[in-house]
């Protein structure tokens, strides 16, 4: 062999080695909804184009939110990558806990976030998580029973519109519940549902001086509908119900109407997996007439926990996953319908999306959500299914579980709102808020 062709075979064993050296391994927690399980199936694109590959830790919800939780506080050190929300977002940044999003590629495009997003994940004006997809909660509901029941959805319609065509809806000899809901335990399951519902009734967590509101007519207003509506509409066992529960009895048939999130929509019209995917529509969240709708707003995020050793891989996997270029992969593998919704401006002026059928009611019902003037009277939170407080998370999972167990027969509203009165108040005076 010739010298230079020994010296041109080291230099790329140089490369090889250094390439090499240089590929991390990113463990990435993740919760087992539908848009991440399709994205574990697409980092093989992440890995050809990077050299970096991932490690996947899939949790459900509650589970997700108690592995972050305790490995951020604890520094634990388990996770490169953290998906993470609107509630952690801002108060791990401000402590520390989250390397900030301040240095992303001028071609990823930070300005393109929807604003409603990028606010609900920054701190101080600082981005520390990158929204994989936005979501506010709308409802889905099957058009051919609506017309069975000789009702029409209006566009924005009333809880007790509702209620009503719920009733009519249902055939329990047919399996058919007229409406499927939250009412599993968890502060961003059926706590975040009951929440945002409560807040079209007048309720609020707390009143300006932060004590708790559990003993008003509001909330046992909210209880009572709630609870009637689905004993008289809802499937058996609706307690122990999720996003993930809900969203497989909707695909079977099983449900006339689910009041959920709006990233719900690709999956209810995906006739791969939704049994029903030609017979859905939908409308904007339910109110009472009194000026607040009971739609929430939401990201499932990516963040950097600080402390890793692999920052640089982590942001390069980040801008990978929430990039318009990984929306075009989605589309290209699985169509325009099926990609990640809610995060960027420019989803929303791309014609190949405006033209999916639940595209404009998912926008309308983000921009309608407004986390600073969430409740009918006034608040001294941010937040809309929850109160942007570091103790919130964990009054709010005490509170929801005794909520379920209403749902489950075992108690009644009026201990369960005792209880909880009780128990929001006890810690906020621990906290120093009272």
């Not at 329990?172 to 502060?187: E, P, Q, T, V």
């Not at 967590?205 to 708790?212: L, T, V």
């Not at 019209?269 to 939704?274: A, E, G, I, L, R």
Request: include cysteine; hydrophobic fraction near 45%.
């Amino acid at each position: 062999m010739s010298l230079k062709n020994i010296l041109k075979a080291a230099t790329a064993i140089s490369v090889l080695t250094v390439s090499a050296a240089a590929a991390d391994n990113l463990v990435i927690a993740t919760v087992n909804n539908g848009d991440m399980i399709r994205m574990q199936g697409l980092t093989d694109d992440f890995t050809a184009k990077t050299g970096h590959t991932v490690e996947w830790v899939t949790l459900e919800e509650n589970v997700l939110r108690q592995r972050v939780t305790t490995d951020i506080t604890t520094k634990g050190g388990a996770f490169d990558i953290m998906t993470i929300g609107m509630y952690e977002t801002p108060i791990w940044g401000s402590n520390g806990w989250l390397v900030p999003l301040d240095d992303l590629s001028a071609e990823y495009n930070v300005g393109d976030i929807l604003p409603a997003m990028s606010g609900g994940l920054s701190h101080d004006g600082t981005l520390y998580a990158a929204p994989f997809y936005g979501e506010s909660s709308m409802i889905m509901y099957r058009t051919d029973l609506m017309k069975a029941a000789g009702l029409e959805m209006p566009a924005a319609p009333s809880w007790s519109f509702i209620a009503k065509a719920a009733r009519h809806m249902t055939d329990r000899d047919k399996g058919i519940n007229g409406i499927c809901l939250r009412g599993k335990a968890g502060w961003g399951e059926g706590g975040a549902f009951i929440t945002a519902m409560s807040n079209s009734f007048g309720a609020r967590w707390f009143d300006e001086d932060w004590n708790a509101q559990f003993d008003t007519r509001e909330w046992s207003d909210t209880l009572n509908f709630f609870v009637n509506m689905m004993t008289d509409s809802g499937p058996a066992g609706y307690a122990t119900n999720g996003f993930n529960e809900n969203l497989s009895l909707f695909q079977q048939g099983k449900c006339g109407m689910w009041i959920d999130a709006t990233v719900a929509a690709s999956f209810v019209t995906n006739p791969k997996d939704s049994t029903v995917a030609d017979k859905v529509s939908f409308a904007l969240a339910p109110d009472n007439g009194m000026g607040v709708r009971s739609n929430w707003l939401w990201a499932w995020a990516l963040a950097v926990p600080a402390g890793t050793q692999k920052e640089a891989a982590a942001k390069q996997f980040i801008e990978w996953a929430t990039s318009n270029s990984y929306i075009e992969l989605v589309a290209a593998n699985e169509g325009w319908a099926n990609v990640p919704p809610g995060a960027r401006t420019s989803l929303y002026e791309n014609p190949n999306y405006t033209s999916v059928p639940f595209a404009k009611m998912t926008l309308d019902s983000i921009l309608s959500a407004d986390p600073n003037n969430s409740t009918v009277d006034p608040s001294p939170y941010v937040g809309i299914q929850f109160a942007a407080i570091p103790e919130f998370a964990g009054i709010a999972t005490e509170v929801s579980q005794e909520f379920s167990a209403v749902y489950a027969g075992q108690q009644s509203i009026a201990d369960a709102l005792a209880k909880a009165q009780a128990i929001t108040n006890d810690a906020m005076e621990a906290a120093g808020y009272r």
